[in-house]
């Protein structure tokens, strides 16, 4: 069975042992540009999963300013941003 997201808790372990490597920062779906909401997604395989939290699913953030905090907070080193206009 197909994992449909990661929780934040299991993202700190997948960096730590290298398991996940590549990440993309998208505007959330309901992103409008008045209200603009990020989501981060972790590579595994062909598939890019999102990262959630026990309350959200998928874990949305209001800046990427934030973003960018909680991804130091984990140890990811970099991540690539795909926006639209």
């Given at each position: 069975?197909?994992?449909?997201?990661?929780?934040?808790?299991?993202l700190?372990?997948?960096?730590?042992?290298?398991?996940?490597?590549?990440?993309?920062?998208?505007?959330?779906?309901?992103?409008?540009?008045?209200?603009?909401?990020?989501?981060?997604?972790?590579?595994?395989?062909?598939?890019?999963i999102?990262?959630r939290?026990?309350?959200?699913?998928?874990?949305?953030?209001?800046?990427?300013?934030?973003?960018?905090?909680?991804?130091?907070?984990?140890?990811?080193?970099?991540?690539?941003?795909?926006?639209?206009?």
């Amino acid at each position: 069975m197909a994992r449909s997201a990661y929780y934040e808790s299991e993202l700190a372990l997948l960096v730590e042992t290298q398991a996940a490597r590549e990440f993309l920062v998208q505007r959330a779906e309901d992103s409008t540009e008045e209200r603009q909401r990020w989501v981060l997604l972790v590579r595994r395989g062909t598939k890019w999963i999102p990262v959630r939290s026990k309350r959200e699913n998928p874990r949305t953030w209001a800046s990427l300013d934030t973003l960018q905090r909680f991804t130091v907070s984990v140890g990811i080193p970099a991540f690539t941003v795909e926006s639209w206009s």
